[in-house]
């Protein structure tokens, strides 16, 4: 695709229309796809995955279907070769292949003696003699493997291999600040209403327990009784815990009545003793420690403020950005994670602040390198639906426990790196106490020697155990193939899952500040300078010439430097809590993180497609799309903005009274509240594409919130193609990246 990029085309609207951007809605079914190392259907399309001997792009996504058979070739594209990995991801929704499952707890598994690559469809036998697909070595198989083989699984991209089975139990051990600031923001109540409304939805009651402890500078934990029962515990060097985990914790199948019993008193409880200190982070996760350490224990810490009081004082703050990453690097949390991960513990930070700093580069570290998350609710006020879906959504999700994940590959590939919210020194395996469904690990690849036309494989192996007590070895295949022909490695890339491991690389790339964005720069400018090189014919240089199915990689790469990760006016937390989002990212969510998508809602009966109605493949159609610029926006129309995370209904102040009255039942702009239920087709057609953007949305549940004002922080934020503090509109950023490409080319 060739792009006129001229001066005195600026300020041309029609040629400003005609960028590439992200526009279509995929709302019809794409039908059946078969992975076979071709590129697979959009991120966002609708589709169902028939069985094959590849793992569905869903739960392994790579970068390139084609490579570069030179590695100086592929080097200097530009092109990263990676996968998107999801090896939880929920297979049961109906469009796709379940795994296929064999139990080899008594035959053993059949794996490659040299490279260690597990049994998989691309295994070649020969009697009793078999050829890595990996490595290439011929060996003998094993005499228990008889029995295994007979299975069919030639079409098993995704295979689970039953190691073991057991008994197993989870524990919940969560922490909630009480101090002044945060009962001044009703955090408390808020976390206990949250609570009471989840218990009743945690999967396997039977198999799972929750213990609740309150702390402000000291620690109050409660044991399961007919009537509350309140045990304080006030050293805190060391933390000294007053009974056991396994006396504290309340299971969930046996005594939920005692446990909503207690989160009744607690809710409702006003002789909370006022107290401004507040125990450090470390302090309570060595309390956590303290309390005998149990198999499949998940630490969830709820603060509102930074603890000062006890061991492990985290900085307050950062003069600059430019030393946040040796501030991620050199955590004082840093000493806690290895003995949290011989204690097989994972844990979660809530930071719930009204705008004061919580050191969260400080805490980051230790949540990442056990698996955990962490989540930023500021100003809390602001976001208390937001707190309350992703605390239900961390305690129901389903999760495995005492994980261990390792990516091999062909001869002629190796693992560079893994990127992702992991431990920081992982090697080449990556271990980890608790690992949930929507974990997301990106592998990046790179060439060891020149390759020859063929395929080059991938295996993702991962080892859990499930709350049901299976031992479990999860393997994915995937496929790379080697071309002579430089433009088929072009056509074979995945534009949304370029752009979500370059946003990755960048997070653990050369730091923060401006000298970030240059370098990411200078990686896009490199690929359209390759691309250049490699087009059979000259072409004009005034014209940025983008690759077949990456048109939208300028738009997404800005897209993803307006984050508040990589803004270098933005505070530390802000950036800390953005960047753990994007290591967390798949691709869907980065593709609608990068480019949020905005619907025009106002005139949703006139649009041909009759968004809110069902496709003749019976998906809910959605209404039509508009730039992510505040020039497509109209004061006279109303828009719904989706970014995966939130939704927000923007209503102009010049929207038709007719409108106002069908869709929210009032007369007047200044009465909308919220999206009322009422039974107008206008208000029907709203909810349904609501409810609908509800069912693709990748994480916790989002909140509609209703904006009356352009100017709100939302759209503000949302509309990645008009300039901002830490990157150029999107036109001012094309002009800048053809000047370089024409200058290289000229040169």
């Known amino acids: 695709m060739a792009i006129p990029i001229q001066p005195e085309c600026v300020k041309n609207c029609c040629m400003a229309s005609q960028l590439p951007r992200p526009l279509l809605r995929y709302d019809d079914n794409y039908g059946s796809f078969c992975p076979d190392g071709g590129l697979p259907p959009h991120v966002y399309a609708h589709f169902s995955t028939q069985s094959s001997a590849l793992c569905s792009p869903r739960c392994l996504r790579t970068t390139l279907t084609a490579l570069f058979l030179d590695k100086d070739v592929q080097n200097a594209s530009a092109l990263p070769i990676a996968a998107v990995w999801q090896p939880l991801y929920d297979t049961t929704g109906g469009n796709e292949s379940v795994p296929v499952e064999v139990d080899v707890s008594e035959g053993g598994l059949l794996r490659c003696n040299r490279c260690g690559a597990h049994f998989n469809p691309f295994f070649t036998f020969e009697g009793r003699t078999f050829r890595c697909n990996l490595c290439g070595l011929i060996q003998f198989c094993h005499k228990n493997f008889a029995q295994t083989r007979q299975i069919d699984i030639k079409h098993a991209g995704i295979c689970d291999f039953l190691l073991e089975s057991r008994n197993f139990q989870t524990t919940y051990l969560l922490y909630i600040d009480i101090t002044e600031k945060s009962l001044e923001v009703g955090l408390p109540c808020d976390f206990f209403t949250s609570l009471d ?21 000291r620690f109050f934990y409660y044991k399961p009784a007919h009537l509350p029962c309140e045990l304080i515990s006030c050293d805190i060097d060391p933390p000294y815990a007053p009974d056991s985990i396994t006396a504290l914790r309340f299971h969930i199948g046996t005594q939920r009545k005692e446990l909503k019993s207690l989160l009744t008193w607690l809710k409702g409880r006003q002789d909370w003793e006022p107290c401004s200190d507040l125990l450090t982070v470390g302090t309570v996760v060595e309390a956590a420690l303290d309390l005998a350490p149990l198999e499949g224990l998940r630490v969830i810490i709820v603060a509102a403020n930074c603890g000062k009081v006890g061991k492990f004082s985290p ?58 998350d962490l989540h930023r609710f500021c100003p809390y006020t602001a976001h208390r639906e937001d707190f309350h879906y992703t605390l239900f959504h961390t305690l129901t999700r389903p999760q495995v426990y005492d994980v261990s994940l390792k990516v091999r590959c062909s001869e002629g590939l190796e693992v560079e790196e893994y990127l992702g919210n992991i431990p920081s020194k992982c090697g080449f395996e990556v271990h980890l106490p608790i690992c949930q469904s929507d974990f997301t690990l990106t592998v990046v690849l790179k060439h060891t020697r020149k390759l020859v036309v063929g395929r080059y494989y991938v ?24 071309t002579a022909d430089d433009m088929a ?8 899952a370029i752009a979500t491991v370059m946003a990755k690389k960048q997070v653990k790339g050369v730091g923060f500040g401006p000298a970030l964005l240059t370098h990411w720069r200078k990686w896009l400018i490199s690929l359209l300078i390759h691309y250049r090189n490699v087009l059979p014919l000259a072409r004009d240089s005034n014209s940025l010439l983008l690759p077949e199915g990456l048109e939208t990689l300028p738009v997404l790469t800005l897209g993803a430097m307006r984050q508040k990760a990589f803004d270098v006016n933005a505070d530390v937390d802000s950036i800390v809590a953005s960047l753990a989002k994007i290591c967390s990212f798949s691709v869907l969510q980065a593709f609608l993180r990068f480019y949020p998508r905005i619907y025009r809602v106002d005139n949703l009966l006139a649009q041909s497609q009759a968004p809110g109605t069902q496709t003749r493949s019976r998906k809910t159609a959605l209404p039509v799309l508009v730039p992510a610029s505040i020039t497509s926006l109209s004061t006279t129309e109303a828009y719904l903005f989706d970014n995966g995370e939130k939704l927000v209904l923007y209503i102009g102040r010049e929207v038709p009274l007719p409108y106002l009255h069908s869709t929210f039942g009032v007369n007047t702009w200044s009465d909308i509240v919220n999206l009322p239920e009422n039974c107008s087709p206008a208000n029907e057609r709203l909810s349904a594409v609501i409810a609908e953007l509800h069912r693709r949305n990748p994480g916790p549940f ?46």
């Not at 295996?459 to 193939?481: H, M």
């Not at 490695?489 to 949304?496: I, L, P, R, T």
């Open 459 to 482: 295996q993702a192996a991962a080892l859990f155990t499930t709350l049901q007590g299976k031992r479990i070895l999860r393997v994915c295949n995937g496929v790379f193939s080697a």
């Open 702 to 747: 989002q909140a509609l919130r209703v904006a009356l004002d352009s100017t709100h922080a939302h759209l503000k934020a949302w509309l990645v193609e008009d300039p901002g503090s830490s990157a150029a509109g999107y036109w001012d950023f094309l002009r800048l990246v053809q000047t370089c490409v024409a200058g290289s080319s000229l040169a």
């Open 489 to 496: 490695v072009y056509k074979g890339a995945d534009c949304e």
């Open 197 to 217: 409304l989840t218990i009743d939805q945690i999967p396997y009651p039977d198999s799972t327990y929750i213990a609740i402890s309150a702390y402000s500078s």
């Open 315 to 372: 900085k307050i703050t950062i003069d600059r950005a430019e030393l946040l990453r040796e501030e991620l690097s050199n955590s004082p949390l840093s000493s806690l994670i290895d003995s949290a991960n011989k204690s097989r513990i994972c844990i979660d930070f809530f930071s719930c602040s009204q705008g004061n700093a919580q050191s969260l580069p400080s805490i980051y570290p230790l949540c990442a390198g056990t698996g955990g």
